[in-house]
């Protein structure tokens, strides 16, 4: 359970990059980030590496797969979207970072309902993503008050 879960939040990570700036950030192929998250038999013991976690984690949205880890130790990370030097460019990264929260929220849903069972660990990640989603709900309305006044 813990190595396909790691997977699908490695492959969450390099998804929120994208896979041609995840290339660039560690230096890797898509052939061989690829195979960090592949779920076939071949590839079942090999992990990213931690640097290239960490270079990918520093451009994503959310630290996927250092949430994934802490989870499966059951530890609580408090995790604050703002970062500091952020220059938000408005309503059109809402947008894109709208879509993203989305899909990370579906993604995080499509695991947890996997067994038919939303356990409170599950059910604590979705909250997370709901929060997130809401937040830039927020950020959104926020902008789009500047552009209208």
Do not use: W
């Amino acid at each position: 359970m813990s190595a396909s879960y790691l997977k699908k939040h490695t492959e969450a990570l390099v998804k929120d990059v994208g896979i041609e700036a995840a290339c660039a950030l560690t230096g890797k192929s898509k052939a061989t980030l690829g195979r960090y998250y592949s779920d076939s038999d071949e590839h079942s013991d090999r992990f990213m590496p931690i640097d290239a976690v960490a270079a990918l984690e520093a451009a994503s949205s959310y630290p996927h797969v250092t949430s994934a880890l802490a989870e499966l130790s059951g530890i609580t990370l408090s995790y604050e979207t703002n970062r500091r030097n952020d220059n938000s460019g408005g309503v059109n990264s809402d947008v894109v970072a709208l879509s993203q929260r989305f899909a990370m929220l579906m993604a995080e849903y499509n695991i947890s309902i996997e067994d038919g069972i939303i356990t409170v660990n599950e059910a604590k990640r979705l909250l997370r993503e709901t929060l997130a989603l809401q937040q830039v709900l927020v950020d959104m309305k926020l902008h789009l008050e500047n552009e209208s006044a």
